[in-house]
C-alpha cells in the first residue's frame, strides 16, 4: 500500500485576514500583504521535493474565492460586481471570510480511512464541516465535489458528505486523526485509529480550554469511526491538553505527528499521557517508537513558533523516514538541534531532514503537515484516482507556469472587493479544471 499525499495547491486569493481565532500566527500577521504566487510555488516546491524523494504525490485543486454563493444566501443581490461591494462596505470582516484561502491546508479537508481497515474494503472520506468557523465550514460541500471528482469510482471509493454542523459535531479532519500500524513485515498492515479531540460535549466535567475553541469533538470522531467501518478495538480516542490548545495548539497536528509505527510528539500533547501510550502499546506491542520532547528541550510555546510538530513524517522508498519541516524549525537553535538528535537516534527509523520554505503558509498558522492530506492507497486504487490529480513533472510544470501567468503577485486586503480579483480568479480556476481533468466542479462554471 502507497501513502500518496494529497497537497492543496494555495489558490489566487491568498490572504491575510487573522479570520482563525486561536490560530497564533494567523492573528499575529492580519492585514500584512500576501503573496499568492509565492505562496503557491513553495506549496508546488514541496509537491516535487517529495515526488523527487521516490513519493507518490496528489493534488487538491484549490476552492473558488470570494465565494459569492455564500453571499447571495445571506442576502447580497445584484450583479457579481454590486455584491462584493455592498459586502465590502455593510461587513468588511465577511467579506474576508469569503475570501479565504485556507482550504490550501488539506489536513482539514477530510478523514480517511484506507480500505485495509474498512469494513466493506473501499477507501472512505469524510470531508471536515470544519463548523468552527464560517470562512472554514463553507469548504465541506465544495471539498466534497472535489474528492468525488478525484476518486470517482464509487466501488473503490466512498467520499460521504460532511457530519452536520451542530456543536457537538465539531469536526476538522485529518489535523486530529493519525493512523498508525506496524511496518515492519507488511506495508498492508490493518492500522490502529488515533483519533485525538479538544471537549467531549457530553462531559460537562471533562477539563476544557479557558481562551481559546477546542474545535474537534469526540463525539465527531467517533461518529466518523462507525460512518468508516472501522472496527471498535482499532480506535483509540485521547483529548487533547486544553492547556496547550490555550497556548495556540488549535489542533493536534500542531504537537504531534506519526507515521507507521512511529508518534513523535510533545510530553504536553495529551491530557492523559500515560492512557494513551499504554493503549497504544495495547494494540502495537512493542512496535510502537516513541519520540517523545520534554518541556526543556523545546517549549510548547517554540513548538507552536516553529511548527516542528507540524513536520510530515514520510516513509521513503528504502523503508527509512525523513521529516519535511518548515525553515522555521532550522532556524530556531533548540528545534534545529532536537531534530538533529532525533536523526542520529539509532532507536528509530527517522535518519534524515528536508527543511522546506513555506513562509506565506506559516504566516497564516499552516505547515508542512497543514498542507497535505494522506491517503493509504493499494496499487490497484492508484489506477482508478483521477490521473490528473496525481503529480508527475509534466503537470508541475503546467501548474507552476499556470501559476507564475495567472496568480496575483500581491493582495491586500482592499483588493478583495475588486471584481478584476474575481474576474482574475475565476478564470485561473477554470483553465486549472483542464489542466487537471476536473471537470465542471465549480459554482461559476455550472451557472
Not at 311 to 316: G, N
Request: some cysteine; proline content about 7%; overall charge negative.
Amino acid at each position: 500500500m502507497l501513502e500518496v499525499n494529497f497537497d492543496g495547491l494555495v489558490g489566487p486569493t491568498h490572504n491575510y485576514a487573522g479570520l482563525s481565532y486561536g490560530n497564533v500566527a494567523s492573528e499575529a500577521n492580519a492585514a500584512s500583504i500576501a503573496r499568492p504566487r509565492e505562496a503557491a510555488l513553495q506549496g508546488l516546491a514541496k509537491m516535487r521535493t517529495l515526488m523527487d524523494m521516490g513519493l507518490t504525490q496528489g493534488i487538491l485543486p484549490p476552492q473558488e474565492r470570494p465565494h459569492l454563493p455564500t453571499l447571495r444566501t445571506l442576502g447580497f443581490s445584484g450583479d457579481d460586481e454590486q455584491v462584493l461591494r455592498a459586502c465590502r462596505d455593510v461587513d468588511p470582516v465577511l467579506l474576508a471570510q469569503v475570501c479565504s484561502a485556507s482550504c490550501m491546508w488539506t489536513a482539514n479537508a477530510a478523514t480517511v480511512t484506507p480500505s485495509v481497515d474498512a469494513h466493506d474494503g473501499r477507501v472512505h472520506f469524510t470531508p471536515a464541516n470544519l463548523k468552527s468557523m464560517l470562512h472554514r465550514a463553507i469548504e465541506g460541500p465544495q471539498t466534497a465535489t472535489l474528492l468525488r471528482a478525484i476518486f470517482t469510482d464509487e466501488s473503490a471509493f466512498a467520499v460521504h458528505d460532511p457530519l452536520p454542523a451542530a456543536d457537538a459535531l465539531g469536526d476538522e479532519g485529518a489535523a486530529n486523526h493519525t493512523r498508525l500500524f506496524d511496518d515492519r513485515a507488511t506495508p498492508d498492515a490493518p492500522g490502529v485509529h488515533f483519533f485525538v479531540y479538544g471537549v467531549h460535549h457530553g462531559n460537562r466535567r471533562a477539563p476544557r480550554p479557558k481562551n481559546f475553541p477546542a474545535r474537534q469533538t469526540l463525539e465527531a470522531s467517533r461518529a466518523i469511526a462507525r460512518r468508516h467501518g472501522i472496527e471498535p478495538r482499532r480506535a483509540i480516542f485521547a483529548q487533547q491538553n486544553p492547556d496547550v490548545i490555550d497556548m495556540g495548539v488549535f489542533h493536534n497536528d500542531v504537537i504531534c505527528v506519526g507515521n507507521g509505527r512511529v508518534l513523535f510528539h510533545h510530553e504536553r500533547a495529551f491530557l492523559d499521557e500515560g492512557y494513551v501510550i499504554r493503549t497504544l502499546e495495547e494494540h502495537l506491542g512493542d512496535a510502537l517508537i516513541r519520540v517523545r520532547v520534554r518541556e526543556e528541550e523545546v517549549p510548547v510555546a517554540t513548538a507552536v513558533r516553529t511548527y516542528l510538530f507540524n513536520s510530515q513524517l514520510v516513509t521513503l522508498p528504502n523503508r527509512t523516514m525523513a521529516l519535511i519541516a518548515p525553515t522555521d524549525s532550522q532556524e530556531e537553535p533548540r528545534t534545529r538541534d532536537l531534530v538533529q538528535r532525533v536523526i542520529d537516534d539509532p532507536g528509530n527509523p527517522i535518519k534524515q531532514v528536508r527543511y522546506m520554505d513555506l513562509r506565506q503558509s506559516m504566516r497564516n498558522g499552516g505547515g508542512p503537515a497543514c498542507l497535505r492530506l494522506r491517503v493509504p492507497l493499494t496499487g490497484r486504487e492508484l489506477q482508478r484516482v483521477n490521473p490528473g490529480c496525481v503529480a508527475t513533472p509534466q503537470l508541475l510544470a503546467s501548474l507552476e507556469e499556470l501559476v507564475s501567468r495567472c496568480y496575483p503577485d500581491e493582495v491586500r486586503a482592499d483588493d478583495l472587493a475588486d471584481p478584476a480579483l474575481l474576474r482574475r480568479s475565476r478564470d485561473t480556476l477554470d483553465e486549472l479544471t483542464r489542466v487537471m481533468s476536473l471537470g465542471n466542479v465549480y459554482a461559476f462554471q455550472r451557472a
